[in-house]
């Protein structure tokens, strides 16, 4: 079949969840599928990174950068005409003539789509080409936690933003013949009558590459993800400031590593003698290798947590808050531990530290579980059945 994906970021290195996602679904439609692959960026593109890509897409690999005066141009035009500032950042006039003529030169027999930011490309084409939409998350519903917890100076902006998004999640809705999601939760988010239409499509894990690795403990906790997503933001800040302070009262010494891609500056100013924030890393998989415990305490944003699928994977004894573990759907007390107040995430950590055989019968039922549950090549023929049908 021919393909087209359209893509808002290019989608390699694996340091985001959109990438890490399109990747590993280009990886196993690319067996049986010609792929035509429209990616935007904002940031430089590798020869690294074109290299990992190129062989994935035999229709043509394109990549068109967004320039920062056309952002705000665009952003601009945002406002003024009710659309999303997500959607107005993604949206580029001469990306949009791209790929007009992409659709009439490769002639697609199918057209994939990539997060809401990316469907208003498609809308002049809704009922021209057979097409399905990932909305992977619920943007709105993100934007929506994020003015709650927001200074009160943010807080209108952002609701604004959320009430657009909500709204544009609906009415794109009907551009699209399919559409998929990451977890029922966010299923039940989308605001459109038919939502129950949505197909739900996990994220899987790669097993051989993250598994158990045999190296020196360095640190009792760990936190890894994009340190300038803001829900990471707040899950590290919530972690170094009011988890941790708990579980230094039964555990003095206990260090926690903050590892992760571009550290917003409220995430550097953690660093101290007990708390280290690495930036990026090579080999992500190091950082979790080097700590005795994996936490993400989200308390805003939506979708699949992929963190969790590696750190399990690893066999690390793992906990998080009911919202992510929400879509991830594994058992409390089973698979991993699962609490929301400070108090409550600080006992479970210092319970792990205290008990290692506790810690290890977590961290084995846990590995089992992501292996029983996410797998790329299970999901990815989900969406091969939605694009021949």
């Known amino acids: 079949m021919k393909l087209l994906v359209l893509l808002s970021r290019f989608p390699y290195p694996l340091d985001k969840g959109d990438k890490l996602r399109a990747y590993h ?12 692959l429209l990616a935007l960026t ?17 229709g043509g690999l394109h990549v068109h950068p967004l320039r920062k005066p056309g952002i705000a141009a665009n ?20 990306a949009q003539r791209r790929l007009d003529a992409l659709l009439l030169e490769f002639q697609p027999r199918h057209v994939y789509c ?40 943010q807080r209108p902006v952002l609701a604004l933003e ?3 998004l909500l709204a544009y999640e609906a009415r794109a809705f009907d551009w699209f013949a399919h559409h998929t999601i990451i977890s029922d939760q966010d299923r039940q988010l989308i605001g459109h009558p038919r939502r129950q239409q949505i197909h739900v499509v996990l994220n899987g894990i790669d097993t051989d590459f993250f598994q158990p690795v045999a190296q020196p403990t360095e640190y009792d906790i760990v936190f890894c993800g994009n340190m300038s997503y803001h ?14 302070p708990l579980v230094q009262q039964t555990h003095p010494e206990a260090r926690l590593l903050i590892a992760g891609t571009t550290p917003a500056a409220r995430v550097l100013a953690l660093a101290s003698a007990h708390v280290t924030v690495s930036g990026w890393l090579p ?35 793992c906990v998080t808050t009911t919202l992510a573990n929400n879509a991830l759907r594994g058992v409390p007390g089973e698979d991993l531990l699962v609490g929301n107040t400070a108090a409550e995430l600080a006992g479970h950590i210092a319970g792990l530290l ?8 977590l961290a084995e039922r846990g590995q089992q579980f992501v292996r029983r549950h996410y797998n790329w090549a299970a999901a990815t023929r989900q969406l091969e059945v939605l694009f021949e049908g």
């Open 25 to 36: 679904q280009l990886r196993y439609l690319a067996r049986h599928h010609e792929i035509c």
């Open 283 to 317: 080999d992500i998989r190091d950082a979790y290798a080097s700590a005795r415990v994996f936490v993400a305490p989200m308390r805003v944003g939506t979708g699949l947590q992929n963190k969790l699928l590696e750190a399990m994977a690893m066999r690390l004894p």
């Open 354 to 361: 205290a008990a290692a055989p506790l810690a290890a019968g």
């Open 42 to 58: 904002d940031e430089p593109v590798t020869a690294e990174a074109e290299a990992a890509v190129r062989p994935l897409c035999r």
């Open 231 to 244: 829900p990471n933001v707040d899950a590290a800040l919530f972690l170094a400031t009011e988890i941790l």
């Open 114 to 153: 990539q997060l809401i930011r990316m469907a208003e490309y498609l809308r002049p084409h809704a009922g021209r080409y057979p097409m399905t939409l990932d909305y992977m998350d619920v943007f709105s519903a993100g934007m929506t936690r994020r003015a709650a917890q927001a200074p009160v100076w």
């Open 162 to 164: 959320a009430r657009r």
């Open 75 to 94: 952003m601009t035009r945002a406002l003024a005409t009710g659309r999303p500032f997500q959607v107005g950042y993604f949206y580029d006039a001469a």
